[in-house]
């Protein structure tokens, strides 16, 4: 029992080691010439841009459901003028950011582990050495940088759909109009809302980049390797964004007061 | 020059790694995998400009040899040598820079299954010259036509049957004109005639001044390509010669080998 446990303690921490470690040297590598750009670019579109309609889609439904219950629970208070503002701060604040993130976790995080551990299995990584070409840098890096520049952008993105989505739900019920929605929904909403939440999603693009790279790159035993790789990268880059999520939530208090209130 | 390697010791080699003459050489090299040793002890050399054959039954340690002298693995013990460079000590730039002067071609060809086979075979053009787009297209359409496949430059790597792929491999491999080809098992997977063509291939190759190192366990190839050959079982070489030599060996199992296998 007691070697079991020892066994397993040991194994999570040399994992969690092997992509401290992995992720480091991303962060390295990153800043050092000749810079993939190219690459990178077509990462962008691929993980970035090929996102957005899911993103959008699910954007609109959180909004239209979180207009209904917000206003199932402002109704009683008689508070109802409040609905877009609170849309918009919680969507801002928290359920735009973890939203896209986990929803990113599962789209990025699956295709950079199914399509990494394709290429290690297939020697596609060996091919791209033998070429002379850096593969840690051409594949892994390129990852890293374009999902820390898509994924503040597809949050943005999730929090107009998800506006949009409470205005739909408001306009359905109470036929109110677009310039009022958005007048009241951003009435409570500033840069101090905005900005430290969306920065933080910088955070959740680098730990599904990394994590998933990482099981990708060092696939084995075939296309069940494949499968396993793709299927642990969703698991550990989703309880990864919620576990740093908390600290980094800490952390904003702790920067920005303000945005606590 | 026939060795078997019961009876006798493995090729001395002088220890000047700035000698001339020798595309590759490895100096006592060994490799274990966990408990397992995959090389043990190996020194050879490969003459510039020649076929060189590597030899034996599967998981004999003949593929890692390959990735020790690409430096896709680092011998345990022992050094690795291509040309003067000593690729088993060079990391970053230094080693990709003997890189470019080594074509690989993979068992399975390995092509970037994301791009075109036309793209794959631009590929190291685009990353390692600055030719135009225009010359580089044209570059990789010539390199496709002398494999027998400009036809498929827009194709994807995965509407190309085993015998494409491996010509498509072979165009990419060969894409920088290396000095120095390596090529992982060309028959695995393919007909005998698909067999032939290939073959055919790198014999052009070699003509051309190529230096060959292929790994194979087909004899009727080994036979056609090879200027030399070494035998490894169980991570050690067990015979070296022409093939005339190691059909004559007295070593029963090179001889079992060459004859078992002839025509596979």
Known sequence: MFDRVGRSTIAFLTTAGEISAFALKAVREAFVPPYEIRETIRQLYELGVRSAPLIAIAGLAVGVVLSMHTRASLERFGAEAMIPAGLAIALVRETGPLTAGLLLSGRIGAGIGAELGAMAVTEQIDALEASAVDAFRYLVVTRVAACVIAVPILTTLMNFSGMLGGYLAETTATGMSLNLYFNRAFSLVDMTDYIPATLKTMVFGFIIATTSSYLGFTTRSGTEGVGRASTHSVVMSSILIIVSNVVLVRLIFFIFPESGG | ?264
């Open chain 2, 1 to 264: 020059m026939m060795q078997a390697v019961a009876e006798r010791p493995q090729r001395e080699v002088r220890q000047d790694p700035r000698r001339r003459g020798a595309a590759v050489r490895l100096d006592h090299v060994s490799k274990s995998f966990g408990s397992r040793k995959v090389l043990d002890d190996v020194t050879l050399e490969v003459p510039e400009r020649s076929g060189f054959i590597i030899l034996g039954r599967s998981g004999t340690g003949k593929s890692v040899t390959l990735r020790h002298i690409i430096g896709l693995m680092r011998p345990d013990q022992g050094r690795v040598f291509v040309g003067a460079d000593e690729v088993s000590a060079l990391t970053g730039p230094r080693l990709a820079e003997v890189r470019r002067k080594i074509g690989f071609l993979f068992q399975n060809a390995a092509l970037f299954d994301s791009i075109s086979v036309g793209e794959n075979v631009a590929f190291p053009l685009r990353r390692h010259t600055k030719l135009s787009d225009a010359e580089i297209r044209d570059r990789a359409r010539q390199k496709l036509e002398s494999v027998g496949l400009e036809r498929e430059y827009d194709k994807m790597p995965a509407d190309l049957s085993g015998g494409m792929r491996k010509r498509a491999g072979l165009a990419r491999a060969l894409a920088l004109d290396p000095p120095l080809l390596l090529v992982d098992e060309p028959s695995a997977g393919l007909d005998p005639i698909t067999t032939d063509e290939i073959d055919e291939l790198l014999e052009g190759q070699k003509k051309n001044g190529t230096t060959l190192v292929v790994v194979t366990h087909n004899i009727v190839s080994a036979k056609r390509l090879g200027d030399e050959i070494v035998m490894l079982h169980e991570g050690r070489i067990v015979a070296h010669g022409t093939a005339a030599e190691l059909e004559a060996s007295p070593d029963a199992l090179v001889r079992g080998f060459m004859s078992a296998h002839h025509g596979g």
